[in-house]
């Protein structure tokens, strides 16, 4: 297995593995550098969505989107390029963090990719929580935010009213490693615990900002049969559509997670 960085701030190719074939022991090293460094991509591999969930399933139980799923396989959403005024991902955010139990992690199989253009971005939010001042560190470690799909629902022509909400801290400690790292965004936080919307978003949308600094961000440039997963409990994503109508098909599913704490 050869692992290499491909940015400062996070994520690594890892090489040489067949990820329809590892021992508890290659999974055991495999999550040791998923926790440190956040974003793994997997380049080469031939997968069924079978074996896409069993990948997965090695860290957990899959967890439906609410509102996607392909009909012989729900716990996977095939994400198309639909043409860019219609895609509904232009946004940084961590998956699903409207779930009481937000996927700790999601996992994305490329069928068909751009040359060029369609990059996923991320951005670490434990090296964005360690810049934090200590005074606003421990402001936002004693802060919980309500985060709602009900923006999400609307764009799914659902109803925002039933959309499912969920209470999380606005620092969480990540389960495995212990490090602390911001855990908001704008698509789905709405506000403080106790705060009005208004007072919230003052703050917010410094953190929003601050969140997805340049030093805290990596990309992946695509090809066809790559895996990536990414940790939701600690890193920012953001859909990159900068490839007009040129293909893009991808297969996401998502693994639950602990409730943050
Ligand atoms: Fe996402």
Redesign the pocket.
């Known amino acids: 297995m050869q692992v290499k960085r491909f940015s400062a701030p996070l994520g690594a190719r890892i090489e040489g593995v067949d990820v329809r074939a590892i021992n508890d022991s290659v999974w055991k090293e495999i999550n040791s550098l998923f926790c440190e460094h956040k974003v793994l991509v997997f380049p080469d591999q031939e997968l069924k969505p079978e074996d896409q969930m069993a990948f997965a399933q090695k860290w957990g139980t899959l967890v439906r989107h609410p509102y996607a799923g392909l009909k012989s396989y729900p716990d996977i959403i095939e994400l198309k390029n639909p043409g860019k005024r219609k895609d509904i991902?232009q946004h940084w955010?961590s998956?699903m963090t409207y779930n009481t139990r937000p996927p700790k992690l999601?996992m994305l199989y490329a069928l068909e990719t751009p040359t060029i253009g369609g990059d996923t971005a991320f951005a670490n939010q434990v090296l964005a929580y360690d810049d934090l001042s200590a005074g606003l560190q421990h402001t936002c470690d004693d802060l919980a935010a309500i985060h709602s799909a009900a923006g999400l629902a609307a764009m799914y022509r659902e109803s925002p009213a039933e959309a499912p909400s969920a209470e999380h801290p606005v620092v969480r400690v990540h389960d495995e490693t212990g490090k602390r790292a911001l855990y908001v965004c704008k698509a789905f936080t709405q506000r403080f615990r106790d705060w009005s919307r208004q007072e919230s978003l003052g703050l917010l949308d410094y953190l929003y900002a601050h969140s997805i600094r340049p030093e805290y961000q990596g990309r992946h440039q695509w090809s066809n049969n790559d895996l990536v997963m990414w940790d939701n409990r600690s890193v920012l994503?953001f859909?990159v559509h900068d490839h007009a109508d040129e293909p893009r098909r991808i297969h996401r599913l998502q693994v639950e997670g602990p409730v943050p704490g």
């Open positions: 991902n955010h998956d999601t994503h859909a």
